[in-house]
Structures are given as structure tokens and as C-alpha cells.
């Protein structure tokens, strides 16, 4: 059968799109959707989806506002990007990814398969997410930070009871070029300084300084970054 006979498109009410977009099959576009010029929107893809809170949810309603996906972007395949979030210029959503509401993806940043960007958070440019990075609302990365595939950001240090304790609710920090090692825990509050390196498997239950290297369970200081090491 022909592509063209398989390509189901669905799009919504004041939906804007720009010179030369490519739509794959079976993409849906909410209500408002703002696509600039030269995107690609692949097989599967859902831009401007609703959220929904549980009924528990202690999280703040999101109020109303458009998807804004700048020129040039790649959404690849079953990736969901909420309403209310953006995506810079150049920049690629992988396939599976889910972008929750509010979220700020920069230009030319990569967000791999399977991630998770929750509510909120805050990606600068160029930044490179592999393969089922988890990333806590509340959370920043600052321009060209690096993190390995399966890194984990928490935000929570009462595990679920958060209503009972009053403990904040803080994400991860993560400051300019820093680098952080496939299948990483970051702890709630945790900030990562800049031009730092978190080695693979790590468990980060404190701050990490500038330039510095850290590895193990929990993460320790091994040695400073050498300057040839640095972006």
C-alpha cells in the first residue's frame, strides 16, 4: 500500500504550521500547536497533548497554553509532547519520548529514547540526553551538559510522603558541560557543578563542585577534571 494512502493526520482547532513541515502517519496535533518551518513530526507522534493529574495529585492545575516547536525540530516516532511545553530550534525528541507540560527543551538539544521530561523542567542548548533519562519536575541542565543513558533524577526524599513531612520537594541542578555516566541517581537537591563528571552507576547523594570527578556509592571525589577533559 502506498505511504501516502497510510498517513492519517489529525489536527485541531487554530493549529499554525510552517513552511516545508513533514507529517508521518498517524500524528495527532491539539488545539493551538505552534510547528515552525522545516520540522518533521514521524509516525505515531502527539503534540499538545492534555495532561491529566491524578486525583491525588498534589501537583498545580497547568493553565492553558499552546505547544511551541521552533524551526527546524525533529519529533520522532510515539514521542508526546504535553501542552504548555516548547521545543527550541534544531532541536530532536526521540522516539517514546514524553514531554510533560511546561517543559523547556533548548535548541539543538537532543532528548533520546524512551525520556522522560517532567513538568517544569528546564533543558538549556545543546544538551545531550541518551536512551531513558528520567528527569524530576523542578529540575535545570545547563547548556551542554552530557548524561548517559538510564540516568535517574529524584526529587522527593520522603518517598511518597511529602504531604505528611513538609520536606521540599526539590529537583536536580545541573550546571554548564557537566557529564554524568549511564544509570546515575541524582538525589533530590542535588546540584552538579559546571565542567564536572559523574562516573556510570554512581548514587549522588550530595553537591558535586565545579571540575571535579566522582564515582561510587555513594559518590566520592576521585580527582579534578584535567583541562583537556574540558569542552
Known sequence: MPVSQLTRVVIGEDVQIGEGVQFGSFVVVHDGVRIGDGCVVQDGAVLGKPPRLGARSRAPA??????????????????????????????????????????????ETV????????????????????????????????????????????????IGRSAQTNVPVLGALARRACR????VVLLPGIEIGEEAMVGAG?????????????????????????????L
Open 62 to 107: 497547568p493553565a492553558p497554553a499552546p505547544v511551541v516547536i521552533e524551526a527546524g525540530v525533529s519529533v520522532c516516532c510515539h514521542a508526546v509532547i504535553c501542552a504548555g511545553a516548547s521545543i527550541g530550534a534544531g532541536a530532536v525528541v526521540g522516539d517514546h519520548a514524553f514531554v510533560r507540560e511546561g517543559a523547556r527543551i533548548g535548541a
Open 180 to 183: 554524568v555516566g549511564a544509570s
Open 111 to 158: 532528548v533520546g529514547q524512551g525520556n522522560v521530561i517532567s513538568r517544569g523542567v528546564e533543558l538549556g542548548a545543546r544538551v545531550r540526553l541518551q536512551a531513558k533519562v528520567v528527569t524530576a519536575p523542578g529540575s535545570r541542565l545547563e547548556d551542554d551538559v552530557f548524561f548517559g543513558p538510564g540516568v535517574m533524577i529524584t526529587n522527593d526524599p520522603s
Open 202 to 230: 554512581s548514587v549522588v547523594t550530595r553537591s558535586v563542585p565545579a571540575r571535579t570527578v566522582v564515582m561510587g556509592a555513594p559518590a566520592k571525589a576521585v580527582r579534578r577534571v584535567d583541562p583537556h577533559e574540558e
